[in-house]
């Protein structure tokens, strides 16, 4: 297969910074479509993969699956795309596409497992793929997405992951008017989950464990927000909410989000602490809940997450950094240090 070089930014080690270094793409086959990168979203599972913490890192590893670039080329079957367009790539680059849930459009929970933009198998090169802290990036054209154009390009990018992974369990909860949702945590995800929940006509009540943020949960669109902290504020909840949207990471009780939830009602984690969370069983019986999980939607949901965003004109809240920031930038994303979401503008690569 031919190959072409481009440069990226890595790191060759679980404790080495990232550095400038050059990886091979594809020339793009036939259903290809080769992507000229603007913008990559910093996710906190790419400081995870750089950095060994969930194991299985390949080296070198190339982070970044919050991309969005413009169509420089495209395969000679390619019927979805054309040279110019405006295209987001997501957390993964494709599926086996013949297990029941790829069949259904649930590309992300396919059987044999998806394959994941950095640090999966390369059926092309037979090595890892490689993400999107590089020049370009070459797709097939059954997992690019289309940006609407009104949306700002940069601040489009956390789409594709801190997006599409609340708007998922949003619509798979049936979230809309007429319910009442929390959203606990107000970071990457969280602040993405207010837009959308409100977006979708939904009342949204937001939970933080800092007076500090109150403020800045009604200017992201809370009706209400709630002082984790403060029993007497969350007896006030007891029983009242449809849905929750927990985005939390770090520890914490997940019985007490349990007990807000009306009989029937759902808790959703996106976050993902990185111990086990204990869970009474008669937090769960008596109103006949259910806790659940949930990760990124497939192509199909996430085309229909950024046609809403477009809809609506919803996009995250960024910093933009240069390239050459990233190593400051993921020791501020481990203190919370950014609102919300930092973005490599990828024309720093060139510089």
Known sequence: MNITAVKAYGTKAAEAPLNLLNINRRKPTPHDVAIDILYCGVCHSDLHTARNEWHGTIYPCVPGHEIVGRVVSVGDHVSKFKVGDLVGVGCMVDSCRECEYCKEGLEQYCEPGMTGTYNSPDKHLNMQTFGGYSE????DENFVLR???NLDLA???????????TYSPLRHWNVGPG???????IGGLGHMAIKLAKAMGAQVVAFTTSESK???ARRLGADEVVLSKDAEQMAAYRGKLHFILDAVSAE??????LSLLRVDGSLALVGAPEQPLPVVAFSLIPGRKSFSGSMIGGIAETQEMLDFCGKHNITADIEMIGIQQINEAYERLLKGDVKYRFVIDMASLKK
């Open 179 to 185: 319910k009442k949702v929390g959203v606990v945590g």
């Open 214 to 216: 109150f403020a800045e």
């Open 252 to 257: 914490h009780d997940i019985n007490a989000y």
């Open 136 to 139: 370009s990036i070459v797709v």
């Open 155 to 165: 601040a489009t990018a956390p789409l594709l992951c801190a997006g599409i992974t």
């Open 147 to 149: 940006i609407p154009e």
